[in-house]
Each structure stands twice: as C-alpha cells, then as structure tokens.
C-alpha cells in the first residue's frame, strides 16, 4: 500500500458495522495462526513422546505455544481489574441524571440505567462494562455540551453499547499485545478500532440529528457531519487543557482519522493492512517453522 492511497468508504453506519465486523473477523483468523501453529507443530513431530523423553526442545515449543496465551490471558486480567476499579470510582461519584441528558436518553432510545454521570470537572465520556456496557459521561462534559452536541456525543456511545465494543476491543487487544512480534495484527487491530470509532460517528448522525440520513451527498449531510466534527473537536479541546481520566478511550479518539471521514467521506486506514506488516509477519511464521523442523528431530511414528 503506497503511503498517498486512500481507500474511499461507505457512508452508512450499517455498512461501516459490517466492514468493523470483517476487519475483526480477519483479525480473529490471523491472530489464531501463531496461537495454533505451534500446538500443531508440537504434535506433528511426535510432541507426547517428546515430553515423556523429557526433550529439551519439545519443552521449549510447547512453552512457545503457551506462553502467548498465557501473556493473552494475564493482560485480559489487568484490563478487567482496571475496568472494574474505573467503573466502582465513577459509581462511587454518581449524579442524578439532569434533564438535558435524560431529554436525551428519550430522543435516542437509551434505556433508565444504561447512562451514568460522575462528579468530575473533567469533559470524559465512555462506553464501558464488557457483560452489560453503560455509557458513562462527567458533569463537566454534561456542562460544556448544549443538548444537540450531547445527542451526538450519546449516540455515538450508543453505537458502541448496541455492538459490545468494549467486550470485544479488550479480547482483540489482548491478542494484538500477546503476539505483538507480528506487525499485522497489531495493524489489524488498530484498524478494527478506526471502523468502530467512525461507525459510531455514522450512527450518530443518523440517530441524533433531524433530516435526511448521513448517507446523503447534498449540502445538508455535510452541514451534519461538520456539525459531528465540531463536537469532537470542541471536547478534544477542552481535554488538552484538562486531560481525561487516565485508560478512558474517550469520544475523541483518533481523532485525525475521524475527521478525515467527517470532513472527506475518506478514511487511510480502511484499506488493508500495509503489505510490510504482512512480509514481517510471513518471514516470522517462515522462520519460525523452518527453525522447528531444523532443530527438532521428527519423530519415527509419523
């Protein structure tokens, strides 16, 4: 992929949802080959037999295959420990619901329950929980808002709570983290959170503004986009002079990408993952298996 190429995308929030979920999908399929490739390597060359003999480089293969997952796992643990310590410290700091926020519950379509404000000065707002996501959002982002900037800002959570984004983008970036030495997934990833973040953004302006929907290509559609790219640059603003709480993937995110899509319907980061992180990667599995069947003896049954 040349460093100019911009892939052009789908407008719709429908279409961008489905694109996030193939992004995913094929994420999920690549970060299974180092995952899977050693176990098979292992019990293609007589592993068993290996262990009973106590080899020292059957031992070392299988450590191969387990440590990743082991390093998958463990990060999987902090996440949910941080997560539950973020959610009890905002619980701990709740604020009945003013009516700006609730006249803004009802025009989305969010349930009693599924939105949480916090006594924080702060402008922060997040999507979080990975059984049962919430939208969480500060007093200070509540005050700095006017009710349409903050239909916007609930919708594009919305977004994120209807497709269990949290769930998912922590079990991805477990697996990006665990297998880091293979630069595809770690750009596989990023592109995954890219598609979540402007399919948020497309829902909010289909769910959250009057008119026709984002899809559209007259003067109207972009007059609502740039409405969208005004909100996220006014809350972006106001977290440069006061940052937000520490691990919040904030409604901000991203933000050169997302507005490209805003402002140019374009976004550089859809298109597939950059052909060098793709040939490190092979040279990587490459020399992986061939270091394999070169130091490990196979095994007569076989």
């Known amino acids: 992929m040349n460093a100019g190429r911009v892939a052009h995308v789908p407008m719709g929030s429908r279409a961008l949802a489905r694109a996030a979920d193939r992004v995913y999908a094929r994420f999920l399929a690549l970060a299974a080959i180092p995952a899977v490739l050693p176990w098979m390597l292992f019990a293609l060359h007589g592993g068993p037999a290996m262990l009973r003999g106590a080899h020292l ?31 009890r410290w905002c619980q701990d700091r709740q604020l ?12 989305l379509g969010l349930h009693e329950g599924q939105c949480i404000m916090y006594a924080d000065a702060r402008p922060s707002v997040f999507t979080a929980g990975w059984l049962a996501p919430r939208v969480y959002l500060s007093a200070g982002c509540v005050q700095l808002l006017e009710e349409d900037e903050l239909a916007l800002v609930l919708a594009h959570e919305q977004h994120h709570v209807r497709s269990r984004d949290p769930l998912r983008a922590a079990f991805a970036g477990a697996m990006a983290e665990a297998w880091r030495l293979l630069p595809v997934l770690p750009q596989a990833f990023r592109q995954y959170r ?31 986009r740039l409405d969208l790219a005004a909100v996220v640059i006014k809350l972006w603003s106001a977290a440069r002079r006061a940052p937000v709480i520490d691990g919040v993937s904030a409604a901000f995110t991203d933000m050169p990408d997302r507005l490209t899509w805003l402002l140019q319907g374009e976004n550089p980061l859809c298109a597939p993952a950059r052909f060098d992180g793709w040939a490190q990667s092979a040279v990587l599995v490459a020399t992986f298996v061939s270091a394999y069947l070169i130091i490990c003896p196979i095994s007569p049954a076989i």
């Not at 295959?65 to 643990?77: E, K, Q, R």
């Open 96 to 107: 009945p619901l003013p009516d700006k926020v609730r006249a803004c519950m009802v025009r």
């Open 194 to 224: 890219q598609l979540q973040e402007i399919a948020a953004d497309a829902w909010a302006l289909e769910r959250a503004l009057p008119g026709p929907g984002a899809a559209g290509g007259d003067a109207d559609s972009l007059q609502r």
């Open 57 to 87: 480089w059957g031992m070392v293969w299988l450590g191969v295959g387990i440590l990743p997952v082991l390093a998958a796992s463990w990060t999987l643990v902090r996440k949910a420990a941080a997560t539950a310590t973020l959610l």
